[in-house]
């Protein structure tokens, strides 16, 4: 090559033959930062779950650096659209074709978050997601179950069988501490105060420690299952698996499905449904929103409003027993009965 500074070559045109940085490249590149930042299991295995869709739709050796925001939005697409759930699952056979509008603007997040690290480490000239707004959809009233439902399914665990009587401490206990199901499967038995009855949330969402009370009734039930564990040896994680090995998240959502399938429930029930059932048994009792933030561990009180719903329900009511036009009313009636 000449030396002749005329005939420079642009860095373009230098990095041409450069090594192609695939989307596994940027897989290793990305779960490493992240869990250097601390994030969460939960939040890893999500960014996990997107380098796999990505391997999926522009496949494992593209160039994550030939990718543009008009691929990221048919990423997205796809999602919504074409996407096969649980396409290489053994056991799930309904194989629902796209994902909700509230998991599609999930995947958008963590390909923000992708992207910015990419950007952040000059992989990437640009986060070909963040133009993207995240998919309008109509707010809906947050499903429930009733009393009687809840009831319905209590009563029909065997609590002679190790696994129905799990799942019936795991239910008692998500009603009670309104817990989410990775945090309640995460507990140990020195998470639990059992002089204070007081369950201590570690694994929480925010990685910030949650303390919250429970009753007589659950912290029975938690002895109980504790000393059923003690057969198989030691442990210190409340929840087991029949073989004695940590319950993960999974395992117990397959045993409910199978619960539900048996009492011919057709309504979806899931391990959140009890956390979103126990808020809206919380304010039908009068209970405080803001306070039932705190419990949620909810961050905006926007969150906390879903369940305006049984709110809206409960001050018609108070509103109608407690309205000052009684009182006047009420008057009114005195001087008419005094003027007869």
């Not at 405080?288 to 905006?300: A, E, G, M, N, W």
Request: glycine letters at 4%; charged letters at 30%.
């Amino acid at each position: 090559m000449s030396n002749n500074p005329i005939h420079r070559k642009t860095k373009r045109h230098t990095n041409h033959n450069r090594k192609t940085f695939t989307v596994d490249d940027a897989r290793e590149m990305v779960i490493k930062i992240k869990q250097l930042e601390g994030l969460s299991p939960n939040s890893i295995v999500n960014y996990e779950k997107l380098f796999n869709d990505f391997d999926q739709f522009f496949g494992e050796k593209t160039d994550i650096t030939s990718l543009t925001t008009e691929d990221a939005r048919n990423f997205i697409y796809w999602q919504l659209h074409n996407k096969i759930q649980f396409k290489n699952h053994k056991y799930r056979k309904d194989k629902k074709i796209g994902v909700s509008i509230t998991s599609a603007n999930l995947y958008l997040a963590y390909g923000k978050g992708a992207f910015t690290v990419l950007v952040n480490e000059e992989v990437v000239e640009k986060n070909v997601f963040q133009g993207i707004n995240n998919i309008k959809q109509s707010e809906k009233k947050v499903e429930t179950l009733s009393v009687d439902e809840i009831k319905t399914l209590l009563r029909s665990l065997n609590k002679e069988i190790y696994s129905e009587f799990r799942l019936y401490c795991f239910l008692n206990l998500a009603l009670d501490s309104f817990g989410r199901v990775n945090e309640i499967l995460s507990l140990s038995k020195s998470d639990i105060d059992f002089d204070c009855r007081t369950v201590i949330f570690t694994q929480t969402k925010n990685r910030k420690i949650r303390m919250l009370p429970i009753t007589k009734k659950t912290c029975k039930l938690i002895k109980e299952l504790i000393e059923e564990n003690e057969d198989f040896g030691d442990t210190d994680y409340i929840f087991l698996t029949n073989h004695g090995k940590h319950l993960r998240p999974d395992t117990l959502r397959k045993h409910l499905r199978e619960v539900v399938q048996r009492l011919g429930i057709e309504k979806r029930i899931h391990p959140h449904l009890f956390r979103h059932s126990a808020s809206e048994m919380f304010l039908k009792q009068n209970g405080s929103i803001r306070v039932l933030q705190k419990i949620l561990d909810h961050h905006s009180p926007d969150v906390t409003m879903r369940y305006a719903h049984v709110l809206d329900e409960t001050i018609k009511a108070q509103h109608e027993q407690f309205t000052p036009l009684n009182l006047i009313d009420e008057v009114e009636r005195r001087k008419t009965r005094r003027n007869k």
